[in-house]
């Protein structure tokens, strides 16, 4: 089984709705991240939670909102989706007992805005 | 503020000859530098990474990136391209300063193609 999963991988949605992307781990990370990745822009990060109580905005967090519902869990929530919105979404955790602090990232939510 | 760039957005290689791509970074404290490739339809897998031990370092599939402190650079190399090398590889740097030790900022990315 895989170590960070993402649901759904493929999402259609259209302008105006509220959607709900979902990461769950079972590699006991105490850290979260959320990223996007356009083309030609590389990944951004959206937001990030270094523990259950903590959450953190990235560059990028204009648009959506974050919750960290247990250590394994960050769900990603746009309020009300919009085209621009249209991108691949990553989940990544890590491990701040580790010196480099690596990262491990989810499959991938493709979403589409229309 | 850190930063990373990656020169040239689509690098074409010959199957068995020399892959080279390049990573220049901007940090405030000694870095902590990662490659990571990303095959289609899939999410990113960890190359390698420099963590201020050997500045050569070597990571998966053939891969290997030099850490060099007074050219800022962490290029990624291959002696021998294989077709299943074709992906997408980001360079990224870690945040070591502060409360926000740990957040990596990517490159844009470089699409490799190996060609026959």
């Known amino acids: 089984d895989a170590d960070v999963t993402q649901t759904p991988r493929n999402r259609i949605t259209k302008t105006g709705k509220r959607i709900m992307l979902e990461c769950s781990q079972t590699?006991?990370?105490?850290?979260m991240y959320w990223y996007r990745q356009d083309p030609g822009l590389g990944l951004r990060l959206i937001y990030y939670?270094?523990?259950?109580?903590?959450?953190n905005k990235g560059e990028i967090s204009d648009g959506y909102s974050v919750s960290r519902q247990a250590q394994a869990k960050f769900s990603l929530s746009l309020e009300s989706a919009i085209p621009n919105q249209t991108a691949l979404y990553f989940c990544?955790?890590?491990?701040?007992?580790?010196?480099?602090?690596?990262?491990?990232f989810g499959p991938g939510t493709r979403l589409t805005v229309l | 503020a850190q930063s990373v760039t990656q020169l040239g957005s689509h690098v074409s290689v010959s199957e068995g000859a020399l892959v080279l791509l390049r990573c220049n970074y901007s940090?405030?404290?000694?870095?902590?530098l990662f490659w990571y490739v990303q095959y289609p339809n899939q999410g990113l897998q960890l190359l390698l990474k420099?963590?201020?031990?050997?500045?050569l370092v070597k990571g998966i599939n053939g891969f290997e990136a030099e850490f060099k402190k007074s050219e800022t650079s962490f290029h990624l190399t291959k002696p021998s391209a294989h077709m299943s090398d074709a992906a997408e590889y980001f360079c990224?740097?870690?945040?070591?300063?502060?409360?926000?030790?740990?957040?990596?900022?990517f490159g844009q990315g470089t699409i490799l193609t190996v060609h026959p």
């Open positions: 990224a740097v870690s945040d070591r300063g502060g409360t926000s030790y740990g957040k990596l900022t």
């Open positions: 590699k006991g990370h105490d850290r």
């Open positions: 990544a955790t890590s491990d701040p007992g580790l010196a480099s602090d690596t990262q491990y």
């Open positions: 420099y963590t201020s031990a050997a500045t």
């Open positions: 939670s270094f523990d259950v109580k903590d959450i």
């Open positions: 940090s405030s404290v000694p870095p902590y």
